[in-house]
């Protein structure tokens, strides 16, 4: 057991990649326990938290991994061969029940962002209010819930593997919502029943080849019903939002930046209409201010303590081929021996946009490069690929897990929209190998 | 406010250390004193008995009233504690292992934060007492006439 600690304590030190620190009292202790309680009041105030310290290695020298579409590019994610910040991430709650029927939330995680600013690392912040005991009245910064695992993919001490699958949960750009949630719930014979209602907005800001897009969002609202019965769980979620904002590299296409842009030649009458016509089909499908995107979930887990399955299915539609859908699913089943489970997942998406290749001859126009350059954009953010991940967990503790996970990627040309690679890259068919340790707490 | 990733992993290690170091299980009662375990309600409320499976659903949330419609206030006995163990596993088979992750998806996702921990089974049977809506459970040792057995799990 010794040994053990050891090997554990290096695999930590492992990750302190770059930190100053030259002296840690391991035997200092502090305690973060529930309060417990002697009295009749009930009302508390309670510290918690969970954290990840993970380590990932790639075969793969231009392409590189992350877990979602909000992580830098710009800094060690961007390594050739391994990192310590893909899945690397701590969070903290306080809560606080002033009575039965009413609790005040908040929750911060830190994790690899473009920015790490405290408006990105406030996970949430609410209050939860049940006025009776099949009515729950949320208000504040919320989970979005319009999947399984949307509001747990931070939680890897939760679930078996190390992080939600990518082709699923990568490219959801909303992780909380600012707004307001009414959840209604109901008792069958032996099943419970779940509606939630969720509507408000939400802003994140990520880089798209290395310039910030703000995805803030309008008329952003989810519902989801989900059924419980003994260990399975059904869930069916819709969800739709607008983008508020226009990014900056489209807004150069469309009105120019001291050359004609796509809406220039689109309302030049001396062109040929097929010019015309595709200036005006690559404007509306490069843009995302105003685009209105769509998800269509169905979701299934099982748990009885020796099996866990878990599959979720998935359409996302959008009004521009520029923003990333399709349709998506994976499917995922371990088994308990003891303290271990060892599990393999199976996920894919396929993009919901043909490959754009040009239409119209623009080599007679000084601004043809505009045709090329936008229609590399739509090709650039399409998401082809599928992913066999195996990998096992070790529960060595009541409060921490470790575990190891290989993946092994099968990115498809033209469908690279999930990692950052290079142009050249994601024109041919791709394969990478990931390897992964982490270590997951809770307290 | 730009944070280091670095900072994650220092106070990770911390954590980590805390609660490695630390003794994993402590309980107020000794092991060989846990025989039996009563789930225990309200002498006001007029349930008489639950069996496992609606016992079950109300401690891991997922039914947050009794039978009757009434709301339930669940009360918890100490999360690592051997009080706990043995009731889980004589309920529903889970291990606190299994536990600890299944609360941490509730607590951390907002689904529903835990419920209060009673410091001992004194605590446990005094607020279920107090409490109308109040539902927890203790070895049967600690059981009198003050609160109502539902459910004996041996």
Redesign the interface.
Same mark, same amino acid.
């Given at each position: 057991m010794k040994q053990l600690?050891y090997l554990?304590f290096a695999f930590?030190l492992l990750? !302190?990649? %770059?930190?100053n !620190?030259i002296w840690?009292n391991?035997?200092?202790?502090?305690?973060?326990e529930?309060?417990?309680?002697?009295a009749?009041d009930?009302s508390?105030l309670?510290i918690?938290?969970? %954290?990840?310290?993970s380590t990932s290695f790639d075969d793969r020298q231009f392409i590189k991994p992350a877990r979602d579409i909000g992580q830098s590019s710009s800094? %060690?994610i961007y390594r050739t061969d391994w990192t310590? !910040?893909m899945d690397?991430?701590?969070?903290l709650?306080a809560?606080y029940?002033a009575n039965?029927d009413l609790?005040f939330?908040v929750?911060g995680v830190?994790?690899?962002q473009a920015y790490?600013?405290?408006k990105n690392?406030l996970e949430?912040a609410?209050f939860?209010f049940?006025p009776?005991?099949?009515i729950e009245l949320?208000g504040g910064r919320? %989970?979005y819930d319009a999947f399984l695992m949307s509001?747990?993919r931070?939680?890897g001490?939760?679930?078996s593997w190390v992080r939600p699958p990518i082709e699923f949960y990568g490219w959801i750009p909303i992780f909380h919502i600012d707004g307001a949630d009414t959840t209604f719930?109901l008792?069958g014979e032996?099943s419970?029943w779940r509606l939630r209602l969720q509507a408000g907005e939400q802003g994140l800001i990520f880089p798209i080849n290395s310039v910030d897009f703000d995805s803030s969002t309008t008329g952003l609202h989810a519902i989801t019903i989900s059924r419980?019965s003994?260990n399975i769980v059904l869930k069916a979620g819709y969800s739709k939002f607008s983008f508020k904002n226009e990014f900056e590299l489209f807004s150069n296409l469309h009105s120019g930046e001291g050359y004609r842009g796509l809406e220039q030649i689109m309302a030049d009458s001396t062109l040929p209409p097929e010019i015309i016509e595709e200036a005006r089909y690559l404007h509306d499908n490069v843009t995302f201010k105003g685009v209105n995107v769509t998800y269509i979930t169905f979701g299934a887990s099982y748990d009885d303590?020796d099996w866990i399955l878990q599959a979720e299915i998935a359409q996302s539609t959008s009004t521009a081929e520029v923003f990333s859908h399709g349709k998506m699913g994976y499917a995922a089943l371990g088994y308990r021996i003891r303290?271990f489970t060892p599990y393999f997942i199976y996920s894919a998406i396929r993009a919901g946009n043909d490959v754009r290749q040009p239409l119209a001859d623009w080599s007679a126009l000084e601004e043809s490069w505009l045709q090329s350059q936008s229609i590399g954009i739509i090709n650039t953010t399409r998401m082809d690929q599928e992913t066999l991940s195996l990998g096992v967990r070790w529960?060595f503790? !009541?409060?921490?897990?470790l575990k190891f996970q290989l993946d092994n990627t099968h990115y498809h040309s033209n469908g690279h929209g999930l990692v950052f690679c290079s142009e050249d890259t994601l024109l041919n068919d791709n394969r990478m190998t990931l390897g992964t340790i982490s270590?997951e707490?809770?307290? | 406010m730009k944070i280091s990733i670095n900072f994650i992993h220092f106070i990770i290690l911390l954590v980590y250390s805390s609660i490695y170091f630390s003794p994993s299980i402590s309980f107020a009662e000794s092991k060989e004193d846990i025989k039996e375990i009563a789930v225990i309600v309200n002498l006001e409320n007029k349930i008489e008995s639950l069996n496992s499976k609606q016992v079950s659903d109300i401690f891991l949330s997922r039914r947050r009233t009794f039978p009757s419609g009434k709301a339930v206030m669940v009360l918890e006995q100490e999360r690592d504690g051997e009080i706990r163990e043995k009731f889980f596993s004589l309920l529903n088979g889970m291990n606190l292992k299994r536990l600890n992750a299944y609360w941490t998806r509730l607590q951390f996702s907002g689904e529903i934060q835990p419920p209060p921990v009673m410091g001992d089974s004194t605590a446990m049977k005094n607020a279920v007492k107090n409490n109308i809506n109040a539902i927890g459970y203790l070895p049967s040792q600690y059981v009198d006439e003050s609160v109502r057995v539902i459910l004996l799990l041996k």
């Open positions: 600690k554990i930590i990750n !302190l990649n %770059g930190l !620190l840690i391991l035997n200092a202790k502090f305690e973060i529930p309060t417990r309680l002697y009749d009930l508390e309670k918690s938290g969970y %954290g990840t310290i800094r %060690g310590t !910040l690397s991430r701590l969070g709650q809560h029940r039965q609790d939330v929750q830190l994790r690899d790490v600013t405290f690392s949430s609410y939860a049940r009776d005991s099949w949320r919320i %989970g509001d747990t931070n939680l001490y939760a679930y719930r008792n032996d419970q419980q003994g303590g303290d529960d503790h !009541l409060q921490a897990a270590m707490v809770m307290f | -």
